[in-house]
């Protein structure tokens, strides 16, 4: 079993950037194919970047702004986010899955990004 802690939210104005980081506890987390969702008020979470062990995945809404990454040594996977909008904002959630499977089955708390002026 996984844990997830995200830390990193906020608030930041239009435009502005923000990293978020996601430190997961537990061992073989190399192999584990890692993901930032998000979901905001009243909308379905959605995938929004994924990370494997050597490719990336983004949303179309995000691509050329955001940029997702790890750390294996750390046990820390980042999304660092610039060019912000509002419609970024949202609760983001750290996600892992097997490599084997579709199905995200450890989530993190959650952090708060806000994209206001």
């Given amino acids: 079993q996984v844990q ?6 906020g608030l930041v ?21 890692m993901g930032w969702h998000r979901q905001a008020p009243g909308q379905q ?8 062990s050597s490719s990336t995945s983004y949303l179309n809404s995000v691509k050329g702004r955001f940029i997702i990454s790890r750390d294996n040594a750390k046990n820390t996977v ?3 986010m610039n060019s912000l909008k509002p419609e970024d904002t949202a609760v983001y959630y750290c996600a892992s899955r097997s490599p084997f499977s579709s ?6 708390q ?3 990004v806000t994209v206001s002026s």
């Avoid at 997830?4 to 939210?9: P, Y």
């Avoid at 979470?45 to 494997?52: D, N």
């Avoid at 199905?103 to 993190?108: K, L, M, R, S």
């Fill in 78 to 80: 980042f999304l660092q």
């Fill in 103 to 108: 199905v995200w089955g450890n989530w993190g």
């Fill in 45 to 52: 979470r959605e995938l929004v970047a994924s990370i494997g």
């Fill in 4 to 9: 997830l802690v995200e830390s990193g939210g």
């Fill in 13 to 33: 104005q239009p435009g502005g950037s923000l990293r978020l980081s996601c430190a997961a506890s537990g061992s073989r987390f190399n192999i584990y194919v």
């Fill in 110 to 112: 959650g952090t708060q």
